[in-house]
T-cell receptor, first 115, second 113 residues
């Protein structure tokens, strides 16, 4: 069964600084990988996804993520954080080419942005 | 706007009461899902429906039942609510495989007292 670990529960970043949120997954074959963002009181919004091809994927709001098979990681990055990026971020994994699967989510990382 | 609509947005129940959470999507997606979100636990899958006419248990199905009424609608029922079911419930929909990700509703905040 697949699983996701987000090692950081909270991260505080200064506005304008760079950001990296960590995600490690466990799955035996090629996974589908996702990052979602949740603003307070809202549902989850898809930021970006990886399922094949280029290991560096671009998403909305200036985010990108890099798939590293050797490290079983899919870290989310942004070069310059804005105050509006403060939210909770979830990494998720789904089975790849083995057919139907559901998404398994990590426990989330809360991003705080300081002035 | 196209998307996933959940009702109600807020609900308070007494222990032992029953209720049904409603979910409808207008994106012609085959699959629908119910997750619960608790602090520090992320999202955990309760039940899902891979296609109209099928439902399957997820990670935390105890105390819940579901109905896939048609392709658009997927309801979650609590037959006898317990305080442990206090949570935020999210409905989501997606294509047959997970490769495109899910679209989420805005959630139902349920408190059981």
């Amino acid at each position: 069964a697949q699983s996701v670990t987000q090692p950081d529960i909270h991260i505080t970043v200064s506005e304008g600084a760079s950001l990296e949120l960590r995600c490690n997954y466990s799955y035996g074959a090629t996974p589908y990988l996702f990052w979602y963002v949740q603003s307070p009181g809202q549902g989850l919004q898809l930021l970006l996804k990886y399922f094949s091809g280029d290991t560096l994927v671009q998403g909305i709001k200036g985010f990108e993520a890099e798939f590293k098979r050797s490290q079983s990681s899919f870290n989310l990055r942004k070069p310059s954080v804005h105050w509006s990026d403060a939210a909770e971020y979830f990494c998720a994994v789904g089975a790849g080419l083995s057919g139907y699967s559901t998404l398994t989510f990590g426990k989330g990382t809360m991003l705080l942005v300081s002035p | 706007n196209a998307g996933v609509t959940q009702t109600p947005k807020f609900q308070v129940l007494k222990t032992g009461q029953s209720m049904t959470l409603q979910c409808a999507q207008d994106m012609n997606h085959n699959s629908m899902y119910w997750y619960r979100q608790d602090p520090g636990m992320g999202l955990r899958l309760i039940y899902y429906s891979a296609s109209e006419g099928t439902t399957d248990k997820g990670e935390v199905p105890n105390g819940y039942n579901v109905s896939r009424l048609n392709k658009r609608e997927f309801s979650l029922r609590l037959e006898s609510a317990a305080p442990s079911q206090t949570s935020v419930y999210f409905c989501a929909s997606g294509r047959a495989r997970a490769d495109y990700g899910y679209t989420f509703g805005s959630g139902t905040r349920l408190t059981v007292v």
